[in-house]
């Protein structure tokens, strides 16, 4: 509530905008405005150098405490097409579209794919169980999904830009096909994997990944959650299950501060892993030109020593 006020403060000071028809009339190319890596390497993908992608949430920044700054929100103003996650999460979108006086092509990633409903992560340090978002919004982290989203992506730029239409169709195949070789190589190293079980010593942002693959998995918090600090039950839980269950690999997300998945790996003798989730990234691989794909060949990596 308390962001969407400030959104809605900012809002009234901003001269009412709009975005051109077709390609944006300032430069003659296309801008894209994307909130996240996963919608901005989506995009970039298929637009290539036939316009500008712009990412919202700057690299290294935590995900879930973003809030638009007025630059931003120009940003989407003026944009030829905008994406983003969509959910509970993006629910401050709908007051910024709200108030630009002509529709913006949206790709909304939610919108794309059958959702899955929110995990209940077990948390015996929780006296009360708290309550989150239906559905999970990290629908990128199932290849099979990210196909679907560069899809769409395609679909919506070929109708905005049919000049280039061909171009974008592709582009879009062509990345298409790097994501169904991926997902071939993950369905192939867990369908011959001795074990099927994953164990995530942090937020689990990774429900469409393990249900594509048919995973079984633990974890210490759910996906989206703002409590990460962990009580001794839970830490004792998941190190029992580490040890019942022979679980030689504990993983961690990215900008995590790796203080449970050390302090289980310190009592269990597992190796600490890296799974990234792709919701961003750090300055340093957004400089160094790391994708979904190059993001996702490392997890395939790491999950190969999980599992065998």
């Known amino acids: 509530m308390r962001r969407l006020l400030c959104i809605l403060l900012i809002l009234c000071f901003l001269p009412a905008v709009g975005c051109t028809d077709g390609v944006t009339a ?8 994307a909130t996240t890596f996963p919608a901005y390497d989506f995009a970039r993908a298929v637009v290539g150098d036939a316009g500008t992608v712009t990412m919202l949430i700057s690299p290294g920044t935590e995900t879930h405490s973003y809030d638009p700054s007025p630059q931003d929100i120009r940003k989407i103003q003026n944009c030829d097409l905008f994406i983003y996650g969509g959910g509970e999460s993006d629910a401050w979108m709908d007051g910024i579209l709200a108030s630009i006086d002509v529709d913006i092509p949206t790709v909304a990633m939610t919108e794309v794919v059958s959702l899955l409903k929110s995990p209940h992560i077990e948390n015996p340090d929780e006296e009360h169980h708290h309550e989150h978002s239906v559905y999970d919004e990290h629908v990128w982290t199932s290849p099979a999904n990210a196909a679907l989203i560069v899809a769409a992506v395609r679909d919506k730029l070929a109708k905005i830009d049919a000049d280039n239409a061909d171009l974008y169709r592709a582009q879009a195949e062509a990345y298409i096909k790097e994501i169904e070789a991926l997902d071939a190589e993950f369905a192939a190293l867990v369908q011959n994997a001795p074990r099927k079980t994953v164990l995530f010593a942090d937020r689990f942002p990774f429900l469409y990944f393990v249900n594509q693959y048919g995973l079984t998995y633990h974890a210490a918090y759910p996906g989206c959650a703002e409590k ?34 050390d302090a289980i790996c310190e009592n269990t003798g597992a190796i600490k892993l890296l799974f990234h989730s792709g919701h961003n990234v750090s300055g340093e691989d957004f400089k160094a030109g790391e994708t979904y794909v190059s993001l996702m060949r490392k997890n395939l990596t790491n999950l190969r020593k999980a599992l065998y």
């Open 26 to 33: 300032d430069d003659g190319k296309l801008h894209v405005v």
């Open 228 to 261: 990460t600090e962990p009580g001794p039950k839970t830490v004792a839980m998941l190190i029992d299950m580490v040890k019942s269950e022979d679980i030689p690999a504990v993983f961690y997300t990215e900008f995590s501060d790796q203080r449970l998945a």
